[in-house]
């Protein structure tokens, strides 16, 4: 098993451009959730996704899209990157979403200039 | 809304001894759950060790092991035996009961040998 899978492990962008930040993973999980780590401040939620078919706004959901591709599958699009979206961003699933430990990717490097 | 406080940014430990590593958070909820990750430099989010706040009884894994004070909501971790290895940056985590987790900013764990 790979466990959480993200593409791509690093990134650079001028401003205004897009990009999607993919992740999968292959441990059936129901709940996928997207953060972003920035430095001093731990990890912030930015959306998350209960189960297939539904999404949820996190603590931080501004200049952010998702998609619930399927069960395995959930990518983070930014339509119009900006130098205050340079960060390094964490894809992680569990299995029901409540008390069950979170799986971490290895994490998407962003650079916005 | 939730917090997490780690009040310590860094902390150093020489090999063979015992680190303990503060974490209070705020809640009024009964109910919740608590988390140590930890990040080496690869950036892999590892769990370490977990607490349901029902249980009086301190949770163990190892070398690792957390008291926990519901009344005082403190949570802290200690590291007995310190190894090189374990140097990493380290987080706690609150979770309610079905809902998201929110993170401490992390305390950063040198090892000197």
């Known amino acids: 098993n790979a466990g959480v899978t993200q593409t791509p492990k690093f990134q650079v962008l001028k401003t205004g451009q897009s990009m999607t930040l993919q992740c999968a993973q292959d441990m059936n999980h129901n709940s996928m959730y997207w953060y972003r780590q920035d430095p001093g401040m731990g990890l912030r939620l930015i959306y998350y996704s209960a189960s297939e078919g539904t999404t949820d706004k996190g603590e931080v959901p501004n200049g952010y899209n998702v998609s619930r591709l399927n069960k395995r599958e959930f990518s983070l699009r930014l339509e119009s990157a900006a130098p205050s979206q340079t960060s390094v961003y964490f894809c992680a699933s569990s299995a029901r979403g409540t008390s069950e430990e979170q799986y971490f990717g290895p994490g998407t490097r962003l650079t916005v200039t | 809304a939730q917090t997490v406080t780690q009040s310590q940014p860094e902390m150093s430990v020489q090999e063979a001894e015992t680190v303990t590593l503060s974490c209070t958070y705020d809640t009024s909820e009964s109910d919740y759950y608590l988390f140590w990750y930890k990040q080496p430099p690869s950036r892999q989010m590892i769990l370490v060790i977990r607490?349901?706040?029902?249980?009086?009884q301190n949770a163990t894994e190892n070398r690792f092991s957390v008291n926990f004070q519901k009344a005082a909501k403190s949570f802290s971790l200690k590291i007995s035996d310190s190894q090189l290895g374990d140097a990493a940056m380290y987080f706690c985590?609150?979770?309610?009961?079905?809902?998201?987790?929110?993170f401490g900013a992390g305390t950063i764990l040198r090892v000197k040998s």
């Open positions: 985590a609150y979770q309610e009961y079905g809902n998201k987790l929110v």
């Open positions: 607490q349901e706040a029902y249980k009086q």
